[in-house]
């Protein structure tokens, strides 16, 4: 059965960080692009970062540029997104989905999705 499991979600304050994880099980982990969206209350889903399927090539959104990185570890098929100095228009919903086979990150589409994590950036 094919599974993407968020974890790491929380309350932090302004300017703090988190790490979310993201565990694929039901598939070849490693043959797939993994990306992250989130969805804020009242917004459209919002594409925030991508990795490849070997970790070579990254991609983030204008908005989490500089402050956000995603990486993986195939062994353990995990994919990582350090998130810094966060912001309270960074809370959301956060997913985890994979990408279609032989998809890539700047021209791909996700055909998976997490359950999602929930960030909330607030004093």
């Known amino acids: 059965q094919l599974r993407l499991v968020e974890s790491g979600g929380g309350l932090v304050q302004p300017g703090g960080s988190l790490k979310l994880s993201c565990v694929g099980s039901?598939?070849?982990?490693?043959?797939?692009?993994i990306g992250w969206f989130r969805q804020a209350p009242g917004k459209d889903n919002e594409g925030v970062s991508c990795?490849?399927?070997?970790?070579?090539?990254?991609t983030y959104a204008n908005s989490v540029k500089d402050r956000f990185e995603i990486s993986r570890d195939n062994a353990k098929n995990t994919v990582y997104l350090q998130m810094h100095s966060l912001k309270p228009e960074d809370t959301a919903i956060y997913y985890c989905?994979?990408?279609?086979?032989?998809?890539?990150?700047?021209?791909?589409?996700?055909?998976?999705w997490g359950q999602g994590t929930q960030v909330t950036v607030s004093s």
């Open positions: 039901g598939f070849a982990f490693d043959n797939y692009a």
């Open positions: 989905t994979r990408f279609y086979f032989g998809h890539t990150c700047s021209r791909g589409r996700a055909d998976y």
């Open positions: 990795i490849s399927r070997n970790g070579a090539t990254t």
